[in-house]
């Protein structure tokens, strides 16, 4: 089946720097859409993208559709230690009916 | 507004007996997802709904799994019978349109 390659795996940061991370996938893709992960608690909606290079902002956080609508990144500018958590992208086929793929998330942990 | 709700939070239970997994997704949306999350494999879609019809049930991964939406808002997920390699957590979602709303996920662990 299609599959998202979401990186990196994980990232260790000090606070106040900026992240980079972003998916691939080897077909095209009409959405795609950043979630974050906290402990003990469901993905929650970051950004959500729908044409290819489209830019987005969503107060520190900046999102991007690539051009060739096989990937996107996510950046976080300035983290702060409640940046922690984990992040997946998220895309819709083209031609899919409604259901989502979902890459393996990036696991960011932040030291003050 | 209420999101996603799902009960239970939690659920521990022993190998064999059936457990049953409850979701009311937020009002209006037309599509209910069943994920499930662990370690190993990430998030797993199990089956999903459009209009309270099951459009895509590949990722069941066996008949002890089952799911009904008798309504639009209610949805059921039900194992039986459970074994430990079904411990994880459930998450359900909806969305009207592309973007799925999750709920905060019941965490099963079968002993």
């Known amino acids: 089946g299609q599959q998202l390659n979401q990186s990196p795996q994980s990232m260790f940061i000090q606070e106040g720097e900026d992240v980079s991370m972003n998916c691939t996938s080897s077909s095209i893709f009409n959405t795609w859409l950043w979630y974050k992960q906290d402990p003990g608690e469901g993905p929650v909606l970051l950004i959500a993208?729908?044409?290819?290079?489209e830019l987005t902002s969503n107060g520190r956080l900046t999102a991007q559709f690539g051009i060739t609508r096989k990937d996107s990144f996510l950046n976080i500018s300035a983290s702060i230690p409640s940046d922690v958590g984990i992040y997946f992208c998220a895309g819709r086929p083209r031609g899919s009916q409604g259901n989502l793929i979902f890459g393996k998330g990036t696991k960011l942990s932040v030291k003050p | 507004d209420a999101g996603v709700i799902q009960s239970p939070r939690h659920e521990v239970t022993e190998m064999g007996q059936e457990v049953t997994l409850r979701c009311k997704p937020i009002s209006g949306h037309n599509s209910l997802f069943w994920y499930r999350q662990t370690m190993m494999r990430g998030l797993e879609l199990l089956i999903y709904?459009?209009?309270?019809?099951?459009?895509?049930d590949s990722g069941m991964p066996e008949d002890r799994f089952s799911a009904k939406m008798p309504n639009a808002s209610f949805s059921t997920l039900k194992i039986q019978p459970s074994e430990p390699r079904d411990s994880a957590v459930y998450f359900c979602?909806?969305?009207?349109?592309?973007?799925?709303?999750f709920g905060p996920g019941t965490r099963l662990l079968v002993l």
């Open positions: 709904f459009n209009n309270n019809v099951p459009i895509d």
């Open positions: 993208l729908y044409k290819a290079g």
């Open positions: 979602a909806s969305s009207f349109g592309v973007t799925q709303y």
